[in-house]
T-cell receptor
Framework: GQQVMQIPQYQHVQEGEDFTTYCNSS?????IQWYKQRPGGHPVFLIQLVKSGEVKKQKRLTFQFGEAKKNSSLHITATQTTDVGTYFC?????????????FGKGTLLTVNP | KAGVTQTPRYLIKTRGQQVTLSCSPISGHRSVSWYQQTPGQGLQFLFEYFSETQRNKGNFPGRFSGRQFSNSRSEMNVSTLELGDSALYLCASSLGEAPSGANVLTFGAGSRLTVL
């Protein structure tokens, strides 16, 4: 079945440093979504990428969708303590699994102030 | 507007018992998905319902079941609980009418189940 892999599993940075998490799918995706889960919270939608090679920015966050639509990345510039949490990528299945969103295991980001 | 509401938020059960969790989606959302979250396995897809029909099911044993009512509210049931069923069960709603993945999920706060 479809697999979505994320690396690294954990990342600890000093406040002000940059952070990047990578997501790879075993299958071509029609789109990819990113979610953030704060400690003790629930996943919250950040963004959706649809087009091959798409790049979107949200303030200090930059999201990219690969040309082959099988990989994606999230880059945070100058991390802040508010960025702490687990970042998940998620992609839909294909065919009969269209409505199943498969999540990567996430990257836990901790920030040392 | 109100978000996704899950009840109960916390519960403790013993092995062999059964449990029913409830989810009320955002008004107007017709799709409800359920996920199991554990530290080791991350977010594992259980099933998705749209207009009272299960469209997709994850790789969980038959002890895990769900249903959706005509008002889009959903329940999931786990029978014959095992220690390994201890997890955060998350419900997420979406419009459900667009093609695959175009539906953004809005998650509830989850139901944390502890099996002793």
């Amino acid at each position: 079945g479809q697999q979505v892999m994320q690396i690294p599993q954990y990342q600890h940075v000093q406040e002000g440093e940059d952070f990047t998490t990578y997501c790879n799918s075993s299958t071509t995706l029609s789109n990819i979504q990113w979610y953030k889960q704060r400690p003790g919270g629930h996943p919250v939608f950040l963004i959706q990428l649809v087009k091959s090679g798409e790049v979107k920015k949200q303030k200090r966050l930059t999201f990219q969708f690969g040309e082959a639509k099988k990989n994606s990345s999230l880059h945070i510039t100058a991390t802040q303590t508010t960025d702490v949490g687990t970042y998940f990528c998620a992609g839909p299945g294909s065919g009969g699994s269209n409505y199943k969103l498969t999540f990567g295991k996430g990257t836990l980001l901790t920030v040392n102030p | 507007k109100a978000g996704v509401t899950q009840t109960p938020r916390y519960l403790i059960k013993t092995r062999g018992q059964q449990v029913t969790l409830s989810c009320s989606p955002i008004s107007g959302h017709r799709s409800v998905s359920w996920y199991q979250q554990t530290p080791g396995q991350g977010l594992q897809f259980l099933f998705e319902y749209f207009s009272e029909t299960q469209r997709n099911k994850g790789n969980f044993p038959g002890r895990f079941s769900g249903r959706q009512f005509s008002n889009s509210r959903s329940e999931m049931n786990v029978s014959t609980l095992e220690l390994g069923d201890s997890a955060l069960y998350l419900c997420a709603s979406s419009l459900g009418e667009a093609p695959s993945g175009a539906n953004v999920l809005t998650f509830g706060a989850g139901s944390r189940l502890t099996v002793l």
